[in-house]
């Protein structure tokens, strides 16, 4: 069951803060967190467990709401770098079967 | 480095010649996928594996095989190319477990099926 993320893009200026949400309607083992730019690779961001934890790094955080089955990326304070589509990736039973969500764009202008 | 690489990079094909993408990763990891990438559709698993010998499918399998004979390589097979598979392939790596282990991306095999 593929995870539904929103909203589907972003447009934010250099600075802006930006929420991306990540929706299961099953419950989660856990949650990973991927960038893409255009033309290149995901790279991982971060990964949440269930039990609700939040975790981040730098301007970049995470949390994991277990009763929602819904998992929320905070970008504080954006940057030019942060350009691109990011990826929520759920897994439901810990044995690294990861299925992704169709994504967010997110484009920062100067 | 660290890295998972995948060839070719690109390839045009025609539909039924038989085709093998191979994924190779240095990092001794114990798990690997094979993803798809359409425009809209974000990135689908087509198999994975759980260690050597070990493979299971993934969301979308039809048409593709795949084997683990070796730790490190991960080889993805299209015995019957079609157009509908035209698409962008990455192959990941990944040791299970654990809170801090990120899954690796090769760079991506871009494949058109004429």
């Known amino acids: 069951q593929q995870p539904v993320q929103s909203p589907q893009a972003v447009i934010l200026r250099e600075g802006e803060d930006a929420v991306i949400n990540c929706s299961s309607s099953?419950?989660?083992?856990?949650v990973h967190w991927y960038r893409q730019k255009h033309g290149e690779a995901p790279v991982f961001l971060m990964i949440?467990?269930?039990?609700?934890e939040q975790k981040g790094h730098e301007k970049i955080s995470a949390s994991f709401n277990e009763k929602k089955q819904q998992s929320s990326l905070y970008l504080t304070a954006s940057q030019l770098s942060y350009s691109g589509t990011y990826f929520c990736?759920?897994?439901?039973?810990?044995?690294?079967?990861?299925?992704f969500g169709t994504g967010t764009r997110l484009l920062v202008s100067p | 480095e660290a890295q998972v690489t995948q060839n070719p990079r690109y390839l045009i094909t025609v539909t039924g010649k038989k085709l093998t993408v191979t994924c190779s990763q240095n990092?001794?990891?114990?798990?690997m996928s094979w993803y798809r990438q359409d425009p809209g559709l974000g990135l689908r698993q087509i198999y994975y594996?759980?260690?050597?010998?070990?493979?299971d499918k993934g969301d979308v399998p039809e048409g593709y095989k795949v084997s683990r004979k070796e730790k490190r390589n991960f080889p993805l097979i299209l015995e019957s190319p079609s157009p509908n598979q035209t698409s962008l392939y990455f192959c990941?790596?990944?040791?299970?477990?654990?809170?801090?282990?990120?899954?690796?991306f090769g760079p991506g095999t871009r494949l058109t099926v004429l």
């Open positions: 990941a790596s990944r040791s299970p477990g654990g809170k801090e282990n990120e899954q690796f």
């Open positions: 099953k419950a989660l083992y856990s």
């Open positions: 949440l467990l269930k039990g609700g």
């Open positions: 990736g759920t897994d439901l039973t810990g044995f690294q079967k990861l299925v």
């Open positions: 990092m001794n990891h114990e798990y």
């Open positions: 594996s759980m260690n050597v010998e070990v493979t």
